[in-house]
């Protein structure tokens, strides 16, 4: 059974910074590729960054200069590093690998 764990999400001001993790299990996680999308309240899910078993990674324009994804196979978990948040950042981000499992999501909320 494919799980995803999403964890770090929370409160932080603009121009702050957070970390996501999402921990998987039930798949033979350096083989595939992970993803991290965001969904705005009104707004549809939309994906924001990507790294592929290679570790070639792949960002939303959006993203570009401000977040990292990282992958750590050793403890089958992938990584979102956002800096300079902008309440625009506001969203519940979500883990998600092939076909179609996603995780629960995290909520983060940028905001003074």
């Known amino acids: 059974q494919v799980r995803l764990v999403e964890s770090g999400g929370g409160l932080v001001q603009p121009g702050g910074s957070l970390g996501l993790s999402c921990s998987a299990s039930?798949?033979?996680?350096?083989?595939?590729?992970m993803y991290w999308y965001r969904q705005a309240p009104g707004k549809q899910r939309e994906l924001v960054a990507s790294i592929s078993s290679t570790f070639g990674t792949n960002y939303a324009d959006s993203a570009k200069g401000r977040f990292t994804i990282s992958r750590d196979n050793a403890k089958n978990t992938v990584y979102l590093q956002m800096n300079s948040l902008k309440p625009e950042d506001t969203a519940v981000y979500y883990c998600?690998?092939?076909?179609?499992?996603w995780g629960q999501g995290t909520q983060v909320t940028v905001s003074s």
């Open positions: 039930g798949i033979i996680f350096r083989l595939y590729t």
């Open positions: 998600k690998t092939a076909p179609n499992y």
